[in-house]
């Protein structure tokens, strides 16, 4: 499986950016997508994630912020991030798992290379 990631970049505090991931290759049983991010310092943590049938998991952090959403017949997932701020300033991971159900253990996952989100005036 390969995840290619784009539009991540430089926003000021209190603005918008969309960032879009496309997986390709050997995606059949793919059923969960998403972002995770990554600061400097800290561990890398989940922000949103999607299933193939739309149930969808955020942060708390970023909760009426930002929305994930899918579209199955492209294998694309985008993240719409609203209401910036400096705390979102991150490494964004786009995220692939084959997972048994919703729960994490046991999933295959893949990531995709990063796409770097600066929050800064």
């Known amino acids: 499986v390969q995840l290619q990631a784009s539009g991540g970049g430089l926003v000021q505090p209190g603005g918008s950016l969309r960032l879009s991931c496309a997986a390709s290759g050997s995606i059949f049983s793919i059923n969960v997508m998403g972002w995770y991010r990554q600061a400097p310092g800290k561990q890398r943590e989940l922000v949103a994630v999607i299933s193939s049938s739309g149930r969808t998991n955020y942060a708390d952090s970023v909760k009426g912020r930002f929305t994930i959403s899918r579209d199955n017949a492209k294998n694309t997932v985008y993240l719409q991030m609203n209401s910036l701020k400096p705390e979102d300033t991150a490494v964004y991971y786009c995220?692939?798992?084959?997972?048994?159900?919703?729960?994490?253990?046991?999933?295959?996952?893949?990531w995709g290379q990063g796409t770097q989100v600066t929050v800064s005036s």
């Open positions: 995220n692939a798992d084959r997972r048994s159900g919703w729960a994490i253990s046991g999933a295959e996952r893949y």
